[in-house]
């Protein structure tokens, strides 16, 4: 773990935890301890290298992100048919912009919205705001094409920090 102090320096520590067999609950064990810094891991190229224009993609994308972020809007609208998701709730934030949308698939960037049924990942990174600031975001996404729009068909986890590998 890393913690950035007032003046700017940064210290890091071990933190020892338990997890369960899934991995999908933890709790800490012991008390943090003082660690050099770790040394930095070169990252694959990532595999958005397509670069997604403002336009139909972008705007649902942000749209979507706005409902699903701020509660502004119903989430439901922007969903391919059979995905369920809601909106987090409460919400923790007053506005999201979308800064940049790339894509895995080049069809992303048409300028028009392609056949029904082709599908896109995209990584998105937006600009969260809140009564304390403004927060950097990335999430990663699957959008298919229906009847002219496009709709998300899926919030992927664990990519928004893509390096390629998955």
Do not use: N
């Amino acid at each position: 773990m890393a913690a950035q102090y007032a003046g700017g320096s940064v210290r890091y520590y071990a933190v020892p935890v338990a997890a369960d067999r899934a991995g999908a609950s933890f709790t800490v064990t012991g008390a943090p301890s003082v660690v050099a810094a770790p040394a930095r891991a070169e990252l694959p190229k990532s595999s958005y290298g397509v670069t997604v224009p403002e336009g139909d993609l972008s705007s649902a994308v942000g749209e979507f992100l706005a409902a699903y972020l701020t509660g502004a809007g119903e989430v439901s609208r922007y969903l391919a048919p059979g995905v369920k998701l809601t909106a987090v709730s409460p919400a923790p934030y007053t506005a999201v912009s979308v800064e940049q949308v790339a894509a895995v698939e080049e069809a992303a960037a048409a300028e028009t919205v392609p056949a029904d049924g082709t599908a896109v990942r995209v990584l998105v990174r937006v600009e969260a705001r809140d009564a304390d600031g403004r927060w950097p975001l990335a999430c990663e996404l699957v959008l298919k094409a229906r009847s002219g729009r496009w709709e998300i068909a899926a919030l992927e986890s664990g990519a928004a920090h893509d390096g390629g590998a998955r």
